[in-house]
């Protein structure tokens, strides 16, 4: 896909959506709150997603209240973090409306993460998972059962 416009606004705003929707329950949201904010950026620097205003925060940081951008993509509003010049731009609207909510929409995690790929040119810095350590116990003792010395000495035999 070299051209970035031919994913539709509306099919990126739904993988927007189920990205952020899984991203608030994720165990490391950190990838998923990245992408969504590249396309974002991305969505604004081509006219296709429009900057609403600023609202504070529902998650203060270390007490202190701070702004989110809103954004709007199709039908969609988005929170993003606010860039400088974004306090000096745009009206800042409040608090959040708790009853707003944006519309429901069917899509799996991997085909919003392949279509957001595809549309930021997204690729995988050789990306393995991480192997798990098989689990040993501090206190266990290898048995010496069946063994006729301990410690065991090396025998070398000649050949």
């Given at each position: 896909m070299s051209?970035?416009?031919?994913?539709?606004?509306?099919?990126?705003?739904?993988?927007?959506?189920?990205?952020?929707r899984h991203a608030k329950t994720a165990p490391?949201?950190?990838?998923?709150?990245?992408?969504?904010?590249?396309?974002?950026?991305?969505?604004?620097?081509?006219?296709?997603?429009?900057?609403?205003?600023l609202h504070f925060s529902d998650h203060p940081k270390f007490s202190n209240q701070h702004s989110t951008l809103l954004v709007k993509v199709d039908n969609y509003y988005f929170h993003i973090p606010?860039?400088?010049?974004?306090?000096?731009?745009?009206?800042?609207?409040?608090?959040l409306d708790q009853n707003f909510r944006n519309p429901q929409?069917?899509?799996?995690?991997?085909q919003a993460?392949?279509?957001?790929?595809?549309y930021i040119n997204w690729e995988p810095k050789n990306q393995q998972?991480?192997?798990?350590?098989?689990?040993t116990s501090a206190y266990f003792t290898p048995s010496s059962l069946g063994k006729m010395e301990w410690p065991?000495?090396?025998s070398y035999?000649?050949?």
């Open positions: 051209d970035t416009k031919s994913a539709p606004l509306s099919e990126l705003a739904k993988a927007i959506y189920t990205i952020n490391e949201p950190q990838h998923l709150y990245y992408i969504k904010k590249e396309t974002i950026k991305r969505l604004l620097k081509e006219k296709r997603a429009r900057k609403i205003g606010p860039a400088k010049e974004d306090f000096n731009e745009l009206e800042h609207l409040g608090t929409t069917k899509m799996s995690l991997s993460k392949k279509l957001v790929y595809q998972k991480p192997k798990k350590k098989k689990y065991p000495k090396k035999r000649n050949f």
